[in-house]
């Protein structure tokens, strides 16, 4: 299995760009989410989804789009690229789980953006 | 959404026993507490989880007591390797309301192992 995969690795941006960053699951996971790492800070819930057709706002969602119109893929888009995003983006995800057993959270290698 | 306070950062030395506790007062009854290790450069990657008493696994071991307020992330015979970010997250994404189901994550405990 791959996992969860995001594209691209690295990416550069001038201020007001616009771009989508890919992630991919194959594990048949319901929730996806997207969380950003600044530099030594923790990371933080942009945008989650708790399966396909469902999404909803994490802790920083301004500036960010995301939509889930398959269980396999959850697209971060940027609408108008700011120096403020540059960061580490990680999209994870989990599958539902039982009452008695709680999958955690798989995460993907990370997409370093720069806005310049 | 679930929010958890760690410490901000620990010291060790090889060979010595790590506890990391976690607080969590606001847990609900369905949340699970996961723990999770992060290296430089790299995602976070789950090293244990448990929802109640003690769970031990062949890294560490999770101590919550009965009201569940808090947890305590233990790691025997820490080693140079184990420096790493160490986080706690409380919640459970597949039930209860859909914004119970957000799993956050607090600012972590930077833990530096020494020789």
């Known amino acids: 299995n791959a996992g969860v995969t995001q594209t691209p690795k690295f990416q550069v941006l001038k201020t007001g760009q616009s771009m989508t960053l890919q992630c991919a699951q194959d594990?048949?996971?319901?929730?996806m989410s997207w969380y950003r790492q600044d530099p030594g800070m923790g990371l933080r819930l942009i945008h989650y989804?708790?399966?396909?057709?469902?999404?909803d706002q994490g802790e920083v969602p301004n500036g960010y789009n995301v939509s889930r119109s398959t269980t396999e893929d959850f697209p971060l888009r940027l609408l108008s690229a700011a120096p403020s995003q540059t960061s580490v983006y990680f999209c994870?995800?989990?599958?539902?789980?039982?009452?008695?057993?709680?999958?955690?959270?798989?995460f993907g290698n990370g997409t370093r953006l720069t806005v310049t | 959404l679930a929010k958890t306070t760690q410490p901000i950062s620990m010291d060790s030395y090889e060979g010595q026993e790590v506890n990391i506790t976690c607080s969590h007062n606001?847990?609900?009854?369905?949340?699970?507490i996961t723990w999770y290790q992060q290296f430089p450069s790299q995602g976070p990657r789950f090293i244990i989880q448990?929802?109640?008493t003690k769970v031990t696994n062949e890294v560490a071991s999770l101590f919550i007591p009965a009201d569940r307020k808090s947890s305590t992330l233990s790691l025997p015979r820490v080693s140079l390797s184990d420096t790493a970010v160490y986080y706690c997250?409380?919640?459970?994404?597949?039930?209860?309301?859909?914004?119970?189901?957000?799993?956050?994550f607090g600012s972590g405990t930077r833990l530096q192992v020494q020789p």
């Open positions: 606001n847990i609900a009854t369905n949340d699970y």
């Open positions: 594990m048949n996971h319901e929730y």
């Open positions: 989804s708790v399966g396909a057709g469902i999404t």
């Open positions: 997250l409380v919640g459970d994404p597949g039930r209860g309301d859909t914004g119970r189901r957000a799993l956050t």
């Open positions: 994870a995800s989990s599958y539902r789980g039982t009452p008695s057993y709680n999958s955690p959270l798989h």
């Open positions: 448990g929802y109640k």
